[in-house]
């Protein structure tokens, strides 16, 4: 089993910045690919970025090309989601998950294993 736990959300401006971190735990496979998804009120899960286990290749919703930026630490387990100009069509609850497997895809049941989530509110 893999645990996921995501930190970083809050309330922000729109235009603000957050940055998001999720650490992994457990067993993974020994070249796993991270991703970060979202679901707003109302609506379907979605995918926002996935990065491979190198991190020399990142994939980025259309949405937030230009404005959020995935990278992750393997030493320490850790992705993280740096999201600048944020806007209130941002706000969602956030989850990382965890793909046992070297290809990058936004599927989300491609994910083996989720976090809780954190919340993100931009506010107009």
Not at 15 to 21: A, D, E, N, V
Not at 45 to 63: C, L, Q
Not at 94 to 101: E, F, K, M, T
């Amino acid at each position: 089993q893999v645990q996921l736990v995501e930190s970083g959300g809050g309330l922000v401006q729109a235009g603000g910045s957050l940055r998001l971190s999720c650490a992994a735990s457990g067993r993974t496979s020994s070249r796993y690919v991270m991703g970060w998804f979202r679901q707003a009120p109302g609506k379907e899960r979605e995918f926002v970025a996935a990065i491979n286990w190198s991190g020399g290749s990142t994939y980025y919703a259309d949405s937030v090309k230009g404005r959020f930026t995935i990278s992750r630490d393997n030493a320490k387990n850790t992705v993280y989601l740096q999201m600048n100009s944020l806007k209130p069509e941002d706000t969602a609850v956030y989850y990382c998950a965890v793909r046992n497997h070297i290809v990058v895809v936004t599927g989300l049941r491609d994910y083996d294993y989720w976090g809780q989530g954190t919340q993100v509110t931009v506010s107009s």
